[in-house]
């Protein structure tokens, strides 16, 4: 079974930063792209960013684009995703998660098998 911990959220006011990581006990982590979903209450999961297991590409949602980096680093087991010029919008349980693999759906949340718990992201106006 495959363990992905999150953490790094918290509460900041608009417009400040925030960096999540995420480890993961999967051996073969290179292999995989990684992706970051968010959930705000009342909404569905929404795809937010993803990388590729090199991490030579990266996909963003629009609605973060110029704002969040997701980056990672292999020999670590780790993802992170920077926050930056954070709105009240971007409120949300973030997520975690290990593509399939098999195809190049990155950003559709049933590519995804292994999910960690969320880390809460909260901010101010």
């Known amino acids: 079974q495959v363990q992905l911990v999150e953490s790094g959220g918290g509460l900041v006011q608009a417009g400040g930063s925030l960096r999540l990581s995420c480890v993961t006990s999967r051996r073969t982590f290179s292999s995989y792209a990684m992706g970051w979903f968010r959930q705000a209450p009342g909404k569905e999961r929404e795809f937010v960013a993803a990388?590729?297991?090199?991490?030579?590409?990266?996909d963003y949602a629009d609605s973060v684009k110029g704002r969040f980096t997701i980056s990672r680093v292999n020999t670590k087991n780790s993802v992170y995703l920077q926050l930056n010029s954070l709105k009240p919008e971007d409120t949300a349980v973030y997520y975690c998660?290990?593509?399939?693999?098999?195809?190049?759906?990155?950003?559709?949340?049933?590519?995804?098998?292994?999910w960690g718990q969320g880390t809460q992201v909260t901010v101010s106006s």
């Open positions: 998660a290990q593509h399939k693999g098999g195809s190049y759906r990155y950003s559709a949340a049933d590519e995804y098998d292994y």
């Open positions: 990388i590729t297991g090199s991490g030579g590409n990266t």
